[in-house]
């Protein structure tokens, strides 16, 4: 405890940083639970998806892949205040489809991820994604 009180509080980007380190982990990691506290309740998107459509599409992304491996490069990261921040991310997917019997049978795609985050309860939170294959 000492030690923490010490420490310099960390900045808005050092805590979205965190945030998608801790997605990273979370995917690779394959814990659903963990994936859907980052989207906030009131998620929505252009493309009319709920915080619920959201959720459901990420446990079956991980269902539907046995193995997940990601790089991840946060690419800029807007502040809007001190509640609000868009965020690009580049992501290196490599996996494995369940439905597949041969471990070399791998798929690798590059994907952009554009991000709208609000801080809730001290924490950020997902609001808004878009997403486009590299």
């Given at each position: 405890?000492?030690?923490?009180?010490?420490?310099?509080?960390?900045?808005?980007?050092?805590?979205?940083?965190?945030?998608?380190?801790?997605?990273?982990?979370?995917?690779?990691?394959?814990?659903?639970?963990?994936?859907?506290?980052?989207?906030?309740?009131?998620?929505?998107?252009?493309?009319?998806?709920?915080?619920?459509?959201?959720?459901?599409?990420?446990?079956?992304?991980?269902?539907?892949?046995?193995?997940?491996?990601?790089?991840?490069?946060?690419?800029?990261?807007?502040?809007?205040?001190?509640?609000?921040?868009?965020?690009?991310?580049?992501?290196?997917?490599?996996?494995r489809d369940a439905a597949s019997d041969s471990a070399w049978d791998l798929a690798g795609d590059v994907w952009?991820?554009?991000?709208?985050?609000?801080r809730e309860g001290g924490s950020w939170r997902v609001i808004r994604a878009g997403w486009q294959q590299d």
């Open positions: 405890m000492l030690a923490a009180g010490c420490r310099p509080s960390s900045t808005p980007e050092d805590e979205i940083h965190a945030l998608v380190a801790t997605a990273e982990e979370s995917a690779e990691a394959r814990d659903a639970s963990a994936l859907k506290d980052l989207v906030a309740d009131d998620y929505e998107d252009p493309d009319g998806r709920s915080a619920a459509d959201i959720r459901s599409y990420l446990h079956g992304w991980l269902v539907a892949h046995q193995t997940v491996r990601l790089i991840s490069r946060v690419d800029s990261i807007e502040l809007e205040g001190t509640e609000l921040a868009r965020v690009a991310v580049t992501v290196g997917m490599l996996g952009r991820f554009d991000l709208m985050l609000a």
